[in-house]
Structures are given as C-alpha cells and as structure tokens.
C-alpha cells in the first residue's frame, strides 16, 4: 500500500480479455465453521452458498512468497527475479486451475517488462463483470508479506475455491495481480488504460484488498461499489464490525479514476489504533495497525494476523460467489440518506441527497416516495426515479402551518425489490432568523486552537511560508516535503430560518512543485461529507478568498474540515486565515 498517489506514464499497451465458453458444473454448497473460527448463524444461512476457504492453503501461498523473497534479495520489488518469480507462480496455479490467464507486461513499470496477471473465469455475462485485485510487488525494505502479499494469497486461494466448485456463472468474475503498485500504481493504471470504453463499462464494481491481515489491525472496508456492499454483508453475518479508513492509496485509484465504482479493502497500514477501535476489534491503542509497513520485518509468519486473514479470504470468495454465480441471480439496490436528519424553521425548507447503489446483478430503476410527513410538510425529489447508482436530491418544503415536533419520514426505493431509508425532520416553532452573526469559533486562530481540531503543529504563530494575513498566527497544513496528511476541522450548528449562509476563509498556497499539469498535493474542503473544493498545488497564489453558500445545510451540526495531503517529495504549504461562517 501506497500512502500517496504518484502519476505513472502512459500506457503503451492495449489488453484484450479473452473469454473461453465452458460448460459449468453444480455448485457445491458448504456447511459448518468459516476458517476464520466464527459459526454460520442460522440468520445467516444464505452465506453457505458460498464455499469456505483455507486459511492453511492462504497460508501455504504466503510461505512461498516468503520463500521466494529470501532466495531474491530479501524482497519482490517491481523489476527484480523475486517479483518475477512471484507473477510466474500466480499464472502457474491460475493456469492449472482452469483460469484463462493474460499475461499483460507493463511497459511504464520499472525496467519496462514487469507483468500484470489477469485471470478470468470462463462464463458469466461479460458485461456485468466484477473484479478482485491485490498488487504483487513488494518494497525493496522487505518481502512484503502483509503489504500485499496477504492480499495476494488470499485472492489467490479465493480464485482457486472458486474454480474448484466450477459454479454456474450469471456474471463475470476477473481477478488482477498488479505490478508496480509500490511505484505509484503503475501497474493498476497500465491496465486501465489499456481497456477501451466499453470495457471500462462492463467493469461494475472493482474490489482491490492491500495489507488485510495487519498485526495490530482493523477491518475497513472504503467504498459504496457492489463488492464493498457484498463485504460489509458478510462481516455483519459473523458479527465483525467494520469502518471506512482515511489511509490512502492503493489500485482502487486507478480505476476510480477511470470511472469504475471501486473500494479499497485492508486492515491499516501505519496509522495507529485508537481507543475505541480497541474495543470493537482488541489490539493495542497508540500503535500503529502494522508496525512492519515497509520494513524487512514484513515477513512470514510473524507479521501476519491469521484470524484477519482468514476471515478477508473467506469474505473475498463470499463477495466474488454471490455477485457472479447463480446463487446471487436476483437484481438488488441499496438506498442510504446524507444527511439524514434536518431541523428547520415552519416555512422553510432542507435537502438531502438520496444515493442508490446496485448491489447484486443489473442495475434498474428505482422510484423514490415518501410516507409520514404531517401536515404541512411536503417532500418531492429531483428526480423521481434513478437508475441505481444514481441520486436524487429530496427536498423536504414546511409551510407556517406546520406543527413543532420531531417526525419520521419513510423514504421508499421501489425497484425488483423495495428498500426504505429513514429521514428524522424537526420542525422548530416560528421565529425566522434568530441565529444570525458568525459562527466558526476562533475564526482567526488568535486563541490557541480550540475549538478546532487539528493536525499537530498545524495551528500556531507561524512564519515564512505559512505566515498569517492577519494577526500572528493561522493554520498551515503540509509544506513538509514528504509523505504527510494533515486536519483542520471545527464542528458547527447552522441555524435555519435565515437567507444567507457563507463560509469564507483566506487561503494561501504556495509550492516546490515544477510541474504544470500534476496534482501531486491537494486540500481537500467538506462540509459533512460534501467536499466543496479541492485545490493543488497548480493553484499556487497568495492569500485568496474562497466563499461558499452552506444553505443546503441549514438547521443542521455539521464539521468543517481541511484535508491536505502531501506526496513523498517537494513541498507544497496550505495556509487558512481569517475564517468565517457568516449567516443572515
């Protein structure tokens, strides 16, 4: 895993996936223990579709990694004999096992002749195809048995289970081992671009899973795509509870950037555990979730977790066996609110935004409706109905008539099947904008910092390129000049009622970077969940402000946040002063 996003070159080549049409034998249905220990509840029956996975035979698969790295130099770094040696061993048990395997060298990865392995699955409708992907370089510090080879072997012997069973196929399965990850993921990148529009598009949901069994780990799964939803299913049915992470980045990227719904699935990398996270998984707070990120320590078997793996490995082939074979044939959606509460004012008005995803087979249309508003309140959506994937803005109108109190509105998703989401409106009792003036707390960062929250050293009396515009001290995320992110956040109530809402704030960004066309360092701006803007470093300029209209968030507590991420080299500094959430 990559904690920075480097831009590769362009690819060189065009990948044609071949599909061989073979006839497909009964699934075979297993019972009992998953590897990973937990029991299949009965609540949970439909999960025994799918077959279970070894966690002996994932860990077969990563002594041989370990194997191949000690005969190689201690590592299987793109372009060296060790990550050779790994790509010939994947294609050599894919190839075995019935898989047509394409060979793709990535002419932009070191030394121009690195390989990328694809593996697809005979059958299946092709354009519905769902991918699994992992990288099979290491760091040139160690072997990389965490990062990624837990990835790799577990998707390894996920494809293997997979084929064995010789399920029939409703959709396509195609599984990737990318090169050049560690660069940049370039190998990722090489792959996409080879693909044509059309075959961008068959691509419905792409899974990449880098550094899942971390010593000290969680279990995060970042994305809302169908392989995300299918993998969240499943550590619900053994009770495991997961989180979105904020570490960045692996090959999800490259085809996120392409347009393909995408999640990156891990245990964590070099940020360290919290407190709570302790009590929903054990571990150790203060503590990174792998102590080995990129260290000759990343080795087998003491830097692997077994009971992580396991239950990623079998998590994998749940995802995989229930998007594509025909125990998973029906249509299905999902319908989630942001946000999901609103408090207003009668005679006013909120929004939210209505997301649908596919989760299983085609996408369709789904109708929007809505039930329990009381009198005087009105609900409509823009537009009515979605293909899932899509969204739809509701708009939640009160008129004077409309009684204080707090109400449950029903939002209905109306496809082959029907899903509901529920949106918590409190009306206030009339008195228009009684909550007028500026709202940010220590706007100008005068008085040390709370009550923002930040970043170490980000808020202070700083000079040279994170001087202030005013005053003597500001916010100056990044211009570190190496691998970094940093926060600025500050949590706010907006009352409602009122006409304007604008936040506002001086931004400074100046930069080391010579290029003119890459977003090597950004900061990222949200309200919530809502990014506002995102700026680089090819917006260098002195202090400009920025203003944005915070409406739509109107009777509601939300957080401002600054997110800026820095890459491994030349700096980049983002610098916030005099800041404002004016509201009238």
């Known amino acids: 895993m990559r904690l920075r996003t480097v831009t590769a070159g362009p690819a060189l080549a065009v990948f044609v996936a071949a599909t061989v049409a073979l006839s497909a034998l009964p699934a075979t249905a297993s019972t009992g223990m998953r590897s990973a220990g937990s029991p299949v509840s009965a609540s949970s029956a439909a999960l025994l579709a799918a077959p279970t996975v070894s966690v002996a035979n994932v860990n077969t698969h990563l002594q041989q990694l370990q194997t191949i790295a000690t005969s190689n130099g201690g590592n299987r770094a793109t372009g060296t004999a060790g990550h050779t040696a790994t790509t010939t061993y994947l294609q050599q048990k894919l190839q075995a096992a019935g898989y047509t395997v394409t060979v793709q060298t990535c002419t932009t990865c070191s030394g121009g002749s690195a390989k990328n392995i694809i593996a697809d699955w005979p059958g299946g409708n092709t354009s519905n195809t769902y991918m699994f992907g992992a990288h099979s370089d290491s760091v040139s510090a160690g072997p990389g048995i965490n990062d990624d080879g837990s990835g790799t072997a577990t998707l390894l012997e996920a494809a293997l289970v997979l084929a064995a069973n010789n399920p029939t196929m409703t959709n396509h399965v195609r599984f990737g081992w990318w090169a050049g990850e560690e660069q940049g993921l370039i190998g990722s990148k090489f792959y996409v671009n080879s693909l044509t529009t059309a075959q961008k598009t068959a691509i419905k949901a792409y899974g990449t899973f880098d550094m899942i069994a971390s010593t000290n780990g969680g279990y995060f799964?970042?994305?809302?795509?169908?392989?995300?939803?299918?993998?969240?299913?499943?550590?619900?049915?053994?009770?495991?509870?997961?989180?979105?992470?904020?570490?960045?980045?692996?090959?999800?990227?490259?085809?996120?950037?392409?347009?393909?719904?995408?999640?990156?699935?891990?245990?964590?990398?070099?940020?360290?555990?919290?407190?709570?996270?302790?009590?929903?998984?054990?571990?150790?707070?203060?503590?990174?979730?792998?102590?080995?990120?990129?260290?000759?320590?990343?080795?087998?078997?003491?830097?692997?977790?077994?009971?992580?793996?396991?239950?990623?490995?079998?998590?994998?082939?749940?995802?995989?066996?229930?998007?594509?074979?025909?125990?998973?044939?029906?249509?299905?959606?999902?319908?989630?609110?942001?946000?999901?509460?609103?408090?207003?004012?009668?005679?006013?008005?909120?929004?939210?935004?209505?997301?649908?995803?596919?989760?299983?087979?085609?996408?369709?249309?789904?109708?929007?409706?809505?039930?329990?508003?009381?009198?005087?309140?009105?609900?409509?959506?823009?537009?009515?109905?979605?293909?899932?994937?899509g969204s739809s803005t509701m708009t939640v109108a009160t008129t004077t008539a409309a009684a204080s109190g707090s109400y449950t509105i029903t939002v209905t998703g109306t496809g082959s099947a029907t899903h509901t989401a529920a949106y918590t409106l409190t009306v206030g009792t009339t008195g228009g904008c009684t909550g007028a003036g500026q709202k940010l707390g220590n706007p100008g960062f005068e008085t040390a910092t709370t009550p923002w929250t930040a970043s170490t050293g980000v808020i202070g009396a700083n000079t040279g390129d994170g001087a202030p515009r005013t005053g003597t001290r500001d916010a100056w995320l990044n211009g570190n000049g190496s691998t970094n992110t940093e926060t600025l956040s500050q949590s706010v109530t907006i009352p409602s009622g009122c006409t304007a809402y604008t936040l506002s704030f001086y931004l400074k960004i100046s930069t080391s970077e010579t290029t003119s066309s890459t977003q090597y360092d950004k900061l990222t701006v949200q309200v919530g969940t809502t990014t506002l803007q995102t700026f680089s470093n090819l917006n260098a300029s002195a202090y400009t402000l920025r203003s944005y209209s915070l409406a739509a968030f109107a009777g509601q507590t939300v957080t401002l946040k600054f997110t800026g991420v820095e890459d491994s080299s030349l700096k980049t500094s983002f610098v916030i002063d005099d800041t404002a959430l004016t509201v009238s």
């Open 221 to 389: 799964v970042t994305g809302t795509d169908a392989v995300a939803v299918k993998l969240r299913d499943y550590f619900t049915s053994i009770s495991v509870p997961t989180e979105t992470s904020t570490e960045c980045c692996s090959d999800d990227g490259s085809f996120r950037d392409a347009g393909i719904p995408s999640s990156i699935n891990s245990t964590g990398a070099s940020y360290t555990k919290t407190s709570a996270q302790v009590t929903k998984w054990g571990g150790t707070a203060g503590s990174a979730y792998d102590p080995c990120y990129h260290k000759a320590c990343d080795s087998y078997p003491s830097n692997i977790n077994s009971t992580s793996l396991g239950r990623w490995a079998n998590a994998e082939l749940y995802a995989a066996w229930t998007l594509t074979t025909a125990t998973s044939t029906a249509n299905d959606f999902s319908v989630a609110l942001s946000p999901s509460t609103a408090t207003v004012t009668p005679g006013s008005s909120a929004t939210t935004t209505v997301s649908t995803a596919t989760t299983s087979g085609s996408a369709q249309t789904v109708a929007l409706t809505s039930s329990g508003a009381p009198t005087g309140v009105t609900v409509s959506f823009s537009p009515a109905s979605v293909t899932s994937g």
